[in-house]
């Protein structure tokens, strides 16, 4: 059973910098999954912001993010992080981190979910 969980979420200030967690656990490896976050705000539908490969050597993101947003991992952790920087109100959600195969991830329908961390960003 494939087993995630987030955290480092919070409370920041706009133009802070915040980087989440995501800790696989149990017989999950995230060398063998794509790794990729998602946030979901009221009102809006669940937004794909990213994913590293299960290899780790290649990355993707959402327009909306990239270079601002970085994905990374640590495999000794079994971990997979997401660092935001120059945060805005506008990102403030709940932030979920997802494992499936990497089409299916950056397709919006990973099999298997974290159950999220919220980040709050106040202007």
């Known amino acids: 059973q494939v087993q995630l969980a987030e955290s480092g979420g919070g409370l920041v200030e706009a133009g802070d910098s915040l980087r989440l967690s995501c800790g696989a656990s149990?017989?999950?490896?995230?060398?063998?999954?794509?790794m990729g976050w998602f946030r979901q705000s009221p009102a809006k539908e669940r937004e794909f912001l990213g994913v590293?490969?299960?290899?780790?050597?290649?990355?993707y993101y959402a327009d909306s993010v990239r270079g601002r947003f970085t994905i990374s991992r640590d495999i000794a952790k079994n971990t997979v992080y997401l660092k935001m920087n120059r945060l805005k109100p506008e990102d403030t959600a709940v932030y979920y981190c997802?494992?499936?195969?990497?089409?299916?991830?950056?397709?919006?329908?990973?099999?298997?979910w974290g159950k999220g961390t919220l980040v709050f960003v106040s202007s």
């Open positions: 997802a494992a499936d195969y990497g089409p299916d991830v950056v397709g919006g329908h990973p099999r298997f």
């Open positions: 149990g017989s999950t490896l995230i060398s063998e999954y794509a």
């Open positions: 590293i490969s299960y290899s780790g050597n290649q990355t």
